[in-house]
C-alpha cells in the first residue's frame, strides 16, 4: 500500500522559514516524479514545485521562485520543500505528490499525479 506523510508544516510569522518533509512508503521514489501542492481556502489545488525522477529538472511556480527550494533523496525515499521568506500568501495546506516514470516526465497538473499525501497545513502570519 502507497502512504505518503507530510509533515513540517505549522505557524509561522512572516518571513520566516519551514521545511517540509514527505516520507513515503509502497514506492520506489527513484521511479516517480514527485511535486508539492498547496491549497487555499476557496482555491483551486495549485502546484508550488516538482522535481524530475533524477533529481536534475525541477519546477517552480513564479510566486514562489528564489525562496523555496524542492529536493529528494531517493535513498531515503523522502521529498523535500525548503521555504524561506515565507508571506501570509503562503498560508495553505501543502499536499505532496508522486507521478509515476511510465507516465512521462515533470508536469504542473494535479491530474498528473497519482498518489497523494494527506496534506499539512502552513499557516504565515503578518
Known amino acids: 500500500q502507497v502512504q505518503l506523510v507530510e509533515s513540517g508544516g505549522g505557524l509561522v510569522q512572516a518571513g520566516g522559514s519551514l521545511r517540509l518533509s514527505c516520507s513515503t512508503s509502497g514506492l520506489t521514489v527513484s521511479n516517480y516524479a514527485m511535486g508539492w501542492f498547496r491549497q487555499a481556502p476557496g482555491k483551486e489545488r495549485e502546484i508550488v514545485a516538482g522535481i524530475a525522477r533524477t533529481g536534475i529538472d525541477t519546477y517552480y511556480q513564479m510566486s514562489v521562485k528564489g525562496r523555496f527550494t524542492i529536493s529528494r533523496d531517493n535513498a531515503e525515499n523522502t521529498l523535500y520543500l525548503q521555504m524561506n521568506s515565507l508571506k501570509p500568501e503562503d498560508t495553505a495546506v501543502y499536499y505532496c505528490?508522486?507521478?509515476?516514470?511510465?507516465?512521462?516526465?515533470?508536469?504542473?497538473?494535479?491530474?498528473?499525479?497519482?498518489?497523494w499525501g494527506q496534506g499539512t497545513q502552513v499557516t504565515v502570519s503578518s
Open positions: 505528490a508522486a507521478r509515476p516514470s511510465f507516465a512521462g516526465g515533470l508536469t504542473t497538473s494535479a491530474r498528473g499525479f497519482d498518489h
